[in-house]
């Protein structure tokens, strides 16, 4: 559980970096949901790792 409490699964705003943030909205206009491909790295690792016997609903291939 400490995994959890060290990294949470949301950042703050803080933690970005807001000129490149303007900068997407700017580009893109608002709202805009941008997201951290490195931290939904991080939670998918810390997900699978919690449920490792875990399978799919439908393990069909292509669904």
């Known amino acids: ?3 959890f409490a ?3 699964a ?3 705003l803080v ?3 807001l000129e ?3 900068s997407l909205a700017a580009e893109y206009d608002t ?3 941008v997201m ?4 939904v790295k991080e939670n998918y690792g ?6 490792p016997e875990s399978t799919r609903a439908n393990a069909q291939a292509g669904t």
């Open 31 to 33: 709202p805009l949901y």
């Open 20 to 22: 490149r943030l303007e």
């Open 1 to 3: 559980m400490s995994d």
């Open 36 to 39: 951290d491909l490195d931290r």
């Open 10 to 12: 949301v950042r703050r």
């Open 15 to 17: 933690d970005w970096n």
């Open 46 to 51: 810390r997900f699978s790792a919690a449920f």
């Open 6 to 8: 060290d990294s949470p």
